[in-house]
């Protein structure tokens, strides 16, 4: 099979639908508005393409925000007053994992590993670790937490 942008294409889309339709039969339980969920994923495959990444780079970037976003809807399934405005912190973590996103799609353009599983592997790991320390800065200042953890 040959892996090209096409095939980092389809999966983001297969991965905007699958969000888009658990939204649309369960609500939007992060208050953001249906058009968040889908930028989210368009933002993560449209900087990664300019770039040039290898293929499954961004495929593995649209599972890990996926990922993300199936962590705060499960934390958000049934809203209680200390998380309604949970989403702004998946908002704000977003920073982070561009960042590292951006980093990680630098780092894959240049390297010599032709890898599918390695592309793949460092999108999701650039997207996530940025995510991840954007989150614990967030965690540690300005946002509760513990709903996140299951606590």
């Known amino acids: 099979m040959n892996l090209t942008l096409r095939?980092?294409?389809i999966i983001t889309t297969a991965a905007i639908a699958l969000l888009a339709?658990?939204?649309l039969t369960r609500g939007d339980v992060l208050f953001i508005g249906h058009w968040y969920y889908?930028?989210?994923f368009l933002l993560v495959f449209i900087p990664s393409a300019l770039i040039k990444t290898k293929p499954l780079f961004i495929s593995g970037a649209v599972i890990a925000a996926g990922l993300t976003f199936g962590i705060y809807i499960r934390a958000n399934w049934?809203?209680?007053?200390t998380n309604d405005l949970l989403g702004l912190g998946h908002i704000?973590?977003?920073p982070g994992?561009?960042?590292g996103l951006f980093i990680t799609g630098i780092i894959s353009r240049l390297s010599k590993h032709h890898k599918p599983v390695l592309a793949f592997t460092t999108g999701f790991l650039?997207?996530?670790?940025?995510?991840?320390?954007?989150?614990t800065v967030l965690c540690s200042t300005v946002l509760a937490c513990g709903v996140l953890l299951g606590s």
């Open 21 to 23: 339709a658990i939204t």
């Open 38 to 40: 889908a930028s989210v």
């Open 78 to 81: 049934a809203p209680s007053a």
């Open 92 to 94: 704000f973590s977003l």
């Open 126 to 135: 650039g997207f996530g670790i940025g995510f991840l320390v954007n989150q």
């Open 97 to 99: 994992a561009f960042i």
């Open 7 to 9: 095939t980092d294409a």
